[in-house]
């Protein structure tokens, strides 16, 4: 520290005590104890466990008999009773609440909330999954390239048409099995898993790429 020399004889003193003084190391008792918060299921931000108390006394029941929200931007309860019945794909467990608008012509931002709410529900919906009912292949396996032998005999040959003298049922046996699609008693199973593969390829970026290729090397007529 820097001693002015306008200061006087006792203030000069007291700095001396600065580096007089020696800290002195004082072991505090400490117990460990663990923080096992409260299971408390919340909608959007992450509780922060500060809530408060009910001024009544009682117990709160905020995520235990009701999902707990601590954003202060609330969620519309239909449309997450929506999202729930979306992801758990239970539609009549129970009965819906619905609910109105008072006064909808004097409130559009109510009814824009919620037609955004609505389509961001579709958007995020998962799609529909099948489950079958027998063991089918993957479709990464399906999509494998064939031996040289098969690619061979489809240069030469083409695949049986739809023109075939046959019926419906024998066509789709017949195209199931050229592809490696098993075939049970019920061919509903094998036409999705034909359609998810049909589908498979031709959204593929390898094969689409392919195609334009293939369309630009061709000659015009």
């Known amino acids: 520290a820097v001693v002015s020399t306008q200061s006087t004889g006792d203030i000069k003193d007291l700095f001396q005590y600065i580096t007089r003084?020696?800290?002195?190391?004082?072991?505090?008792?400490?117990?460990?104890?663990?923080?096992?918060p409260d299971f408390i299921p919340a909608v959007g931000d992450i509780d922060a466990f500060i809530t408060v108390p009910r001024p009544d006394g009682q117990v709160n029941k905020l995520g235990l008999a009701c999902i707990d929200e601590?954003?202060?931007?609330?969620?519309d309860p239909t449309v997450l009773d929506?999202?729930?019945?979306?992801?758990?794909?239970?539609?009549?467990?129970?009965?819906?609440?619905?609910?109105?608008?008072?006064?909808?012509?004097?409130?559009?931002?109510?009814?824009?909330?919620w037609i955004k709410n609505i389509s961001e529900l579709h958007r995020q919906k998962p799609p529909p999954a099948v489950h079958y009912?027998?063991?089918m292949p993957d479709i990464d396996v399906?999509?494998?390239e064939w031996p040289t032998e098969m690619e061979d005999l489809l240069s030469r040959t083409k695949l049986p048409s739809a023109e075939m003298d046959c019926e419906l049922g024998e066509y789709v046996d017949i195209i199931c099995s050229i592809l490696d699609i098993p075939i049970y008693q019920n061919r509903?199973?094998?036409?999705?898993?034909?359609?998810?593969?049909?589908?498979?390829f031709k959204n593929s970026q390898h094969f689409q790429k392919m195609n334009q290729l293939a369309g630009e090397e061709e000659p015009e007529r």
């Open 142 to 144: 399906l999509m494998q």
């Open 82 to 113: 929506l999202q729930i019945r979306a992801i758990t794909k239970q539609s009549t467990a129970r009965a819906m609440q619905v609910s109105s608008i008072e006064n909808a012509e004097k409130n559009p931002k109510a009814i824009e909330s």
């Open 21 to 36: 003084y020696t800290p002195q190391q004082v072991e505090l008792d400490h117990k460990l104890k663990p923080f096992i």
């Open 70 to 75: 601590p954003c202060a931007k609330q969620s």
């Open 188 to 200: 509903i199973h094998s036409l999705h898993l034909l359609f998810t593969l049909f589908s498979e």
């Open 133 to 135: 009912s027998k063991n």
